[in-house]
């Protein structure tokens, strides 16, 4: 999420020149992106700027009070409390969110791990199944080649007795083939 210059200035309540000093100080200028004219910055950059500008402020605060009167002092020091106040509340709010967005991918990564993993369960049975199915194939298919190649005694014998008769008679009396 990028916000501009302006859009900061104006949540925080302060001047651009304000904003641009402070992320001068922060030395974060050659890191900022530029879409068109305008300058923005990413949740971190602001999260710096802000920090940065509560820090001026607490300067020049320190710096005034020096000079004030302890009823002007109170005073300031409650503004600077108020402008603390909804500088962390806009912070916490921004925290949320991300928290909020981290939840709902977590959530999407759960349901496709979830999915992911019954698509894997299923698959895994239909490969169970079908080496069960192939493996009764192959001893379907061995079962059926034995019967047909005459593995019982009598096929054995009538092949024996075939080839038998096929010879002459002069070659079963000398035992020529």
Not at 25 to 53: C, H, P, Y
């Amino acid at each position: 999420m990028y916000i501009t210059i302006k859009e900061l200035a104006e949540e925080l309540g302060v001047s651009k020149p304000t904003i641009s000093k402070a992320i001068d100080a922060l030395g974060i200028q050659g890191n900022l992106r530029k879409v068109g004219n305008r300058f923005m910055l990413d949740e971190t950059q602001v999260m710096a700027v802000k920090s940065q500008i509560t820090q001026i402020y607490e300067t020049e605060i320190e710096e005034k009070t020096q000079e004030k009167t302890p009823t002007e002092l109170q005073k300031m020091q409650s503004e600077t409390e108020k402008s603390l106040i909804s500088l962390l509340e806009t912070q916490i709010s921004i925290l949320q969110e991300q928290l909020s967005v981290k939840d709902n991918q977590i959530a999407a990564q759960s349901e496709q791990i979830k999915t992911l993993t019954e698509s894997l369960h299923d698959t895994t049975a239909a490969l169970t199944a079908a080496q069960a199915l192939h493996a009764g194939t192959i001893q379907q298919q061995l079962t059926d080649k034995s019967d047909s190649s005459g593995a019982n005694p009598e096929n054995i014998m009538s092949k024996n007795e075939t080839e038998q008769s096929k010879r002459s008679l002069w070659q079963r009396i000398f035992g020529k083939k």
